[in-house]
């Protein structure tokens, strides 16, 4: 497949649609689609469509483009989940979180006897072994139609070639270069010795270029051993890591089934542990089948009110319950997405009482609950749900010399340490803990809303603790308020984790008369910077159609069909 001329020039091009106008209208098309966060990797996708390929090749191809494209997430350093539903046979997530290395402990984020932050998120040690090649490398094995070469040629002639610079990636650059300032591979990578890219400039990534050439040419091998592999572990070595050879190549990919729930007749389909993010969606959307939230009216106190207590409630179960299923034997997964749980949950939840959240308690007293993601279906209604990581914004910031890609901070969502859950939202419990090969625990929400027939919504999020309060909000805007798939991932979002206790909006996501209302049930309300949300892309199909949305909360993003 031959990259096009025009697909390197599409920022200019497509920016407008991208990320402005005022009305919240989707894209339409017919025989397939692709939306992302960058359009250039949304544009590649289709492009994959158009020549034959199904809707995992498009994933594929879109993600190994973000990798290029969209280094703030995209990746081939970091890790994540696939969820596929073909139009026949079974559906299947394709888990190839990160993993913590052979020499991880509980406690390796201890110094002195305590906390470091530091070191648990902006080290070295806070690298995870990487999943995102092998799992695109096993999706495209078991699923794929067109060549894997083929699926890699965008993205090495990105490389190569360069692409210009949107407005939107060279400001978000130059803010990240004075945490890239002690990695000279990262400041050669992204800046001219220093001096930060502008808009418009070429942005080349030669390193990165051969490093995608060689998983061209080996496939998964071309990462997990051989000359990339060595590059790694030279990294760790010479900086206090701990990832070695021996662990990229002991790295395994598990498919494993969906989680299922259902909402209002729909079937939902999403990603089950390590990811807690399907988890804690199931468990919101029962509760939230006790009420009639159409009545309530979209963005009102009461119906924010029930949205962030079933959150509450799901993310303690989090907390209490969820980890690494190798490594956690005893989760309750299937009595915590059940009906029956939801049923007795909703009799604590009081109608003009928040609850209160604390360290020391997971129980409920009566009342009389840096990611990027990517939507494809293709013609014949294969569709895949795919979020993937570095975890932070560019990760660790940390370029592998002579390999060109970011490295991830993963092993920053393994809890802190034992017992160090406090009111701040640092959490101590012991199924998310360290420990050698464990996978941590994860929001990404990846999910399929079907009808009993085929897709009727694709989507997910990016954006850590608030990505399952952004697919319930936009699944319950589509299901439960009839948007469309723009009109949902537009509308404003609040999130609550449990911990810290409160409920965080965007600003000017909540009227003064609201918040006060909410705060009249007992709740804090807090403002969240607008760079602080997650972002959501989707695909939802009506009458026939295939209508997408992209998310206007970051530049560059773009829904595109034939």
């Known amino acids: 497949m031959k990259l096009r001329p025009c697909i390197l020039a599409l920022p200019l091009a497509l920016l407008h649609a991208a990320t402005g106008g005022a009305a919240s209208v989707p894209v339409r098309a017919r025989n397939g689609m692709v939306a992302s966060q960058n359009a250039i990797a949304s544009q590649v996708g289709m492009e994959v469509l158009l020549a034959g390929g199904n809707a995992v090749d498009a994933a594929v191809a879109t993600a190994f483009a973000l990798?290029?494209?969209h280094p703030e997430a995209g990746n081939i350093g970091g890790g994540g989940f696939m969820l596929l539903r073909p139009a026949s046979g079974p559906a299947a997530v394709y888990d190839f979180r990160e993993q913590a290395p052979a020499g991880a402990s509980p406690t390796m984020f201890l110094r002195?006897?305590?906390?470091?932050?530091?070191?648990?998120?902006?080290?070295?040690?806070?690298v995870g072994v990487p999943g995102t090649v092998a799992g695109l490398f096993m999706a495209w094995t078991d699923n794929g139609r067109l060549p894997w070469k083929d699926l890699l040629a965008p993205a090495i002639a990105l490389a190569r070639g360069g692409f210009m610079l949107s407005d939107g990636l060279a400001r978000a650059l130059r803010l990240e270069l004075p945490r890239m300032k002690p990695y000279a591979a990262s400041i050669a990578q992204f800046s001219r010795a220093g001096v930060p890219y502008e808009t418009g400039d070429l942005l080349k990534q030669e390193d990165l270029a051969s490093t995608l050439s060689r998983i061209?040419?080996?496939?998964?091998?071309?990462?997990?051993?051989?000359?990339?592999?060595?590059?790694?572990?030279?990294?760790?070595?010479?900086?206090?890591?701990?990832?070695t050879r021996e662990d990229l190549k002991?790295?395994?990919?598990?498919?494993?089934?969906?989680?299922?729930?259902?909402?209002?007749g729909h079937e939902v389909l999403t990603a089950p542990p390590p990811s807690s993010g399907g988890t804690g969606l199931l468990q919101s959307l029962n509760v939230l089948e006790c009420y009639e939230l159409g009545a309530m009216g979209f963005g009102s106190a009461r119906y924010l009110h029930h949205v962030a207590e079933a959150l509450r409630r799901a993310f303690a179960d989090r907390a209490r319950w969820l980890g690494d299923p190798a490594f956690v034997k005893d989760m309750p997964v299937e009595r915590l997405i059940s009906?029956?749980?939801?049923?007795?949950?909703?009799?604590?939840?009081?109608?003009n009482r928040a609850s209160v959240s604390s360290p020391g308690s997971f129980e409920w007293p009566a009342e009389g609950t840096e990611t990027t993601h990517f939507s494809v279906v293709d013609a014949e209604r294969n569709a895949v749900a795919l979020t993937?990581?570095?975890?932070?914004?560019?990760?660790?910031?940390?370029?592998?010399?002579?390999?060109?890609?970011l490295l991830n901070n993963e092993m920053g969502d393994f809890n802190a340490g034992p017992g160090l859950t406090d009111a701040t939202g640092l959490i101590g419990t012991e199924p998310n803990l360290a420990a050698p090969g464990k996978r941590m625990l994860s929001n990404m929400t990846p999910t399929i809303v079907?009808?009993?027939?085929?897709?009727v919504l694709v989507t997910g999020a990016a954006g850590g603790r608030k990505i399952p309060a952004t697919v319930l909000q936009i699944l319950l805007a589509v299901v439960d308020f009839g948007m469309n798939v723009q009109e949902a991932i537009d509308a404003p979002r609040i999130s609550h984790q449990w911990l810290p206790d409160a409920i965080l909006h965007e600003p000017f996501g909540l009227s003064a008369d609201t918040a006060d209302a909410l705060r009249a049930k007992g709740h804090r309300v807090e403002e969240r910077a607008a760079g602080e949300w997650s972002r959501a892309h989707g695909i939802a199909v009506r009458e026939g159609l295939l209508e997408g949305g992209s998310d206007r909360r970051k530049p560059d993003g773009a829904a595109i069909g034939r």
């Open 388 to 405: 993937y990581t570095l975890e932070d914004g560019y990760g660790s910031g940390i370029v592998v010399p002579g390999a060109g890609f």
């Open 67 to 69: 990798a290029v494209v």
């Open 250 to 264: 002991g790295y395994t990919v598990y498919r494993r089934q969906p989680l299922r729930g259902s909402y209002r």
């Open 216 to 243: 061209a040419d080996k496939g998964a091998k071309g990462f997990y051993e051989g000359e990339t592999a060595a590059l790694i572990e030279k990294e760790m070595k010479a900086r206090g890591g701990l990832i």
């Open 112 to 126: 002195d006897g305590r906390y470091d932050r530091e070191r648990h998120h902006q080290s070295h040690l806070a």
């Open 450 to 455: 079907t009808n009993g027939g085929g897709p």
């Open 339 to 351: 009906k029956e749980y939801a049923a007795a949950l909703c009799r604590t939840i009081g109608e």
